[in-house]
């Protein structure tokens, strides 16, 4: 979330300034252990993300007297004429509107320059595992779906059939949702072959230098975010399944689009 309202920020304005607030019920100026406070001068464009921070972003219009410009970036479940914008998913109840403005990817802050940076910074580090590369972006477990083993399994052996059948090197990077199941599963099927990269999640994170480096990309069908910014970079894009009815809206759109 925070990537979708910087990503739209940054496109936008020259100067930006990130702020994360607290819970839904929190006063916008409290501020607290985890939350900036926020105070006047309000900004002249304020772009917020996820349904917490809704109310944050009609406080803010309200103690600006309508000065500061509101875009709210996911459906709000709030009703449209309380932002000046919304910008939603077309899978999203929320309707089209002169304020809501449907889109088919997510938002996020790839750009072609960053991307390019990704990939000067990475060319060196994964130049030995040779070409083709395949990049393999995994999610994991979410609230409404478990990232199972056998999910694991069956991501292994397509993987192992693209090996076979590209003769393709790999670059996986897991993330911070990956059960360690997962992670473990990926690490003892390819410890010894020198054309496979899993990251450790210790290390410099690989994800933006593989998405630049990649000549094919496979993401896991549980993050909206890692297939939109996937979709970004120009490379095939493949979506493993991992049988997510919340998500299958979006995989349809994008396979009905082209």
Not at 9 to 34: H, L, N, Q, S, Y
Not at 176 to 200: E, Y
Not at 227 to 248: G, I, M, Y
Request: aromatic share 4%; charged share 20%.
């Amino acid at each position: 979330m925070r990537a979708q309202a910087r990503g739209l920020a940054e496109a936008v304005a020259d100067a930006v300034i990130e702020k994360t607030v607290g819970g839904r019920f929190a006063a916008p100026w409290a501020g607290g252990a985890t939350a900036d406070r926020l105070a006047p001068p309000w900004p002249d464009l304020l772009v917020t993300c996820g349904r917490r921070s809704a109310a944050t972003s009609i406080a803010v219009r309200k103690a600006s007297g309508g000065r500061t410009v509101t875009v709210h970036v996911q459906d709000p479940r709030w009703r449209a004429n309380a932002f000046d914008l919304i910008v939603a998913m077309e899978h999203d109840p929320i309707p089209a509107g002169p304020k809501v403005l449907k889109v088919a990817t997510a938002l996020h802050d790839l750009t072609p320059t960053n991307l390019a940076e990704a990939a000067r910074v990475w060319r060196g580090r994964l130049a030995p595992l040779g070409r083709p590369l395949a990049g393999v972006m995994i999610g994991g477990t979410t609230q409404r779906q478990v990232f199972t083993l056998e999910d694991g399994r069956r991501l292994l052996a397509g993987l192992e059939r693209l090996r076979a059948e590209a003769g393709a090197a790999l670059a996986i990077s897991p993330s911070r949702r990956t059960p360690p199941s997962i992670v473990a599963l990926l690490r003892d099927a390819f410890k010894n072959d020198p054309r496979v990269l899993v990251w450790d999640l210790e290390s410099e994170n690989p994800y933006r230098g593989i998405l630049a480096s990649a000549d094919l990309l496979v993401v896991s069908g549980d993050s909206v975010s890692m297939v939109s910014e996937a979709l970004c970079t120009s490379r095939p894009v493949e979506v493993f399944d991992v049988r997510s009815p919340n998500h299958q809206a979006f995989l349809d759109r994008l396979v009905a689009l082209g």
